[in-house]
């Protein structure tokens, strides 16, 4: 009789064939299928030749291969193609089988598909998966979520093809209900936006106020990796700078400055504005790359609109080191501004979010892996209820002792008319955060004046409102007092 697989895959895109790989080589035989059946052939003809991997040509074949309760990923599109093939296999499955969506979905996407699922008998699971081609192939983090009793049927799984730390830990794990795990990978994405935005900023700072050759930045970036900001983004960028083309330019310089995106970072920006929390970095770093994307109109701009040209008089190598640490402030606050939105969103949705096994999780595989974020599982292993990571004792000293180069990066940058708006912006976070009064009293007297939306007085209880009459001509009546 022949033998059924562990799990199948539908998808195979870069994810998907990478994933199966990485399944089968840890012991486990997977089916497979994909729209275009032509795939499923190359597949395994090509990369899956010789290894326990079954091609199937449509949903039922791939359906009847499997083990029960039979488990079927997804590795397709996000949207449309989700629900359209959640329909296909709905009929095919019985109770306590399981589908798993492994895709870039919007959370609210999962929560609903989650109820919708268990409503057929069935189980659902929306798993963030980050890595890329390479971290699918040799161990990805994977952030699951959605129906519980669906773990212990996949965790086997899930944690042998995870990356793993130093210490063998499994970069996966358990992470909360309906589209928890989606909301955290969304939230990763998002940081990853920030870092990435940061690094491009210290690059044009270096190439146009500092005047570095693309082989002094390379350097400089390796350095850097060697330090607290050791991660995989600062490694490949310095790989990136030291790049030559085949006429052995810079090959970096010969790519179009339009910067493109799938809209996770966009997701991550709207939800916090939903749920409150001034998420500045990640937005900025998010419009950075629309206003990237608007090059024919920069090109007539840089013609008309002028600024200060660039020049350096200070030492240069104090001012890498100011650079490094405007960096390494402005990534704090990226992921200090992260986790409070999935502290908030953990609140509203119920979760029960782990923060520091969070931390764990992106420790390997994914995109922003960092040894920076063992401070951060250290940091909400001994305060589970921290509320800014601002306000752990290690990042608190970090930043007091980077502030000052931090001002001065911002101030250079400013001054020489080169954009920095996601150190900026983290410094303007920085600076509001830790001041007891900001000049929204002014705002809410602003508000009460024009629209007698209200306020509250220093000197009387919270809670209480007041309206004034501003120009003795209006009357007494005031709006409702209620905030979104």
């Given at each position: 009789?022949?033998?059924?697989?562990d799990?199948?895959?539908?998808?195979l895109?870069?994810?998907?064939?990478?994933?199966?790989?990485?399944?089968?080589?840890?012991?486990?035989?997977?089916?497979?299928?994909?729209r275009?059946?032509?795939?499923?052939?190359?597949?395994?003809?090509?990369?899956a030749?010789?290894?326990?991997?079954?091609?199937?040509?449509?949903?039922?074949?791939?359906?009847?291969?499997?083990?029960?309760?039979?488990?079927v990923?997804?590795?397709?599109?996000?949207?449309?193609?989700?629900?359209?093939?959640?329909?296909?296999?709905?009929?095919?499955l019985?109770?306590?089988?399981?589908?798993?969506?492994g895709?870039?979905?919007?959370?609210p996407?999962?929560?609903?598909?989650?109820?919708?699922?268990?409503?057929?008998?069935?189980?659902?699971?929306?798993?963030?998966?980050?890595?890329g081609?390479?971290?699918?192939l040799t161990?990805?983090?994977?952030m699951?979520?959605?129906?519980?009793?669906?773990?212990?049927h996949?965790?086997?799984?899930?944690?042998n093809?995870?990356?793993?730390?130093?210490d063998?830990?499994?970069?996966c794990d358990?992470?909360?209900?309906?589209?928890?795990?989606?909301?955290?990978?969304?939230?990763?994405?998002?940081?990853?936006?920030g870092?990435?935005?940061?690094?491009?900023?210290?690059?044009?700072?270096?190439?146009?106020?500092?005047?570095?050759?693309?082989?002094?930045m390379h350097?400089?970036?390796?350095?850097?990796?060697?330090?607290?900001?050791?991660?995989?983004?600062?490694?490949?960028t310095?790989?990136?700078?030291?790049?030559?083309?085949?006429?052995?330019?810079?090959?970096?310089?010969?790519?179009?400055?339009t910067?493109g995106?799938?809209?996770?970072?966009?997701?991550t920006?709207?939800?916090?504005?939903?749920?409150?929390?001034?998420?500045?970095?990640?937005?900025?770093?998010?419009?950075?790359?629309?206003?990237?994307?608007?090059?024919?109109?920069?090109?007539?701009?840089?013609?008309?609109?002028?600024?200060?040209k660039?020049?350096?008089?200070?030492?240069?190598?104090?001012?890498l080191?100011?650079?490094?640490?405007?960096?390494?402030?402005?990534?704090?606050?990226?992921?200090a501004?992260?986790?409070?939105?999935?502290?908030?969103?953990?609140?509203?949705?119920?979760?029960?979010?782990?923060?520091?096994g969070?931390?764990?999780?992106?420790?390997?595989?994914?995109i922003?892996?960092?040894?920076?974020?063992?401070?951060?599982?250290?940091?909400?292993?001994n305060?589970?209820?921290?509320?800014?990571?601002?306000?752990?004792?290690?990042?608190k000293?970090v930043?007091?002792k980077?502030?000052?180069?931090?001002?001065?990066?911002?101030?250079?940058?400013?001054?020489?008319?080169?954009?920095v708006p996601?150190?900026?912006?983290?410094?303007?976070?920085?600076?509001?955060?830790?001041?007891?009064?900001?000049?929204?009293?002014?705002?809410?007297?602003?508000?009460?004046?024009?629209?007698?939306?209200?306020?509250?007085?220093?000197?009387?209880?919270?809670?209480?409102?007041?309206?004034?009459?501003?120009?003795g001509?209006?009357?007494t009546?005031?709006?409702t007092t209620?905030?979104?």
């Amino acid at each position: 009789m022949k033998q059924l697989s562990d799990i199948g895959l539908i998808g195979l895109a870069v994810m998907g064939e990478n994933l199966v790989l990485n399944m089968e080589s840890k012991g486990f035989k997977v089916s497979v299928y994909n729209r275009s059946t032509d795939k499923v052939t190359n597949f395994i003809s090509g990369r899956a030749k010789g290894k326990n991997i079954e091609g199937a040509y449509s949903p039922e074949e791939l359906v009847k291969s499997l083990k029960r309760p039979r488990k079927v990923m997804l590795m397709i599109k996000a949207g449309e193609a989700v629900d359209k093939t959640i329909e296909s296999l709905i009929p095919l499955l019985e109770k306590g089988d399981i589908i798993i969506d492994g895709g870039n979905t919007h959370y609210p996407d999962t929560d609903r598909r989650t109820k919708y699922v268990e409503s057929k008998g069935l189980l659902y699971i929306g798993t963030g998966v980050s890595g890329g081609e390479e971290g699918a192939l040799t161990g990805p983090s994977i952030m699951p979520g959605g129906s519980h009793k669906a773990w212990p049927h996949v965790e086997n799984i899930f944690k042998n093809i995870a990356a793993k730390v130093e210490d063998g830990t499994p970069c996966c794990d358990w992470v909360g209900e309906n589209g928890a795990g989606h909301f955290v990978k969304m939230v990763h994405n998002g940081i990853e936006y920030g870092d990435m935005q940061i690094i491009n900023e210290a690059y044009h700072i270096m190439k146009d106020i500092l005047k570095m050759s693309h082989d002094e930045m390379h350097h400089i970036f390796k350095e850097w990796n060697s330090g607290p900001l050791d991660s995989y983004l600062i490694e490949i960028t310095a790989d990136i700078l030291e790049f030559k083309d085949s006429d052995g330019e810079p090959l970096v310089e010969k790519i179009v400055d339009t910067a493109g995106q799938k809209g996770t970072g966009k997701w991550t920006a709207i939800t916090a504005l939903d749920l409150g929390i001034p998420l500045t970095l990640i937005g900025e770093a998010v419009f950075s790359r629309t206003l990237s994307a608007l090059k024919d109109e920069r090109i007539k701009a840089s013609k008309i609109l002028h600024g200060p040209k660039p020049v350096f008089k200070g030492n240069k190598k104090s001012f890498l080191n100011d650079l490094h640490d405007a960096v390494y402030a402005a990534k704090i606050v990226s992921y200090a501004q992260g986790y409070a939105l999935m502290s908030a969103a953990a609140k509203e949705k119920g979760w029960g979010l782990n923060y520091g096994g969070i931390a764990q999780m992106w420790r390997g595989g994914c995109i922003i892996r960092s040894v920076f974020l063992d401070n951060i599982k250290n940091a909400y292993d001994n305060n589970p209820k921290l509320t800014n990571l601002l306000l752990d004792p290690f990042f608190k000293d970090v930043i007091e002792k980077a502030q000052s180069g931090w001002r001065n990066v911002v101030t250079t940058a400013v001054s020489n008319g080169i954009p920095v708006p996601a150190i900026t912006t983290a410094l303007n976070y920085y600076d509001g955060y830790r001041s007891s009064r900001l000049p929204a009293n002014l705002l809410q007297a602003q508000r009460d004046y024009f629209g007698a939306h209200m306020y509250e007085r220093r000197d009387k209880p919270k809670g209480e409102f007041f309206h004034t009459n501003w120009t003795g001509k209006g009357g007494t009546t005031s709006s409702t007092t209620y905030n979104i």
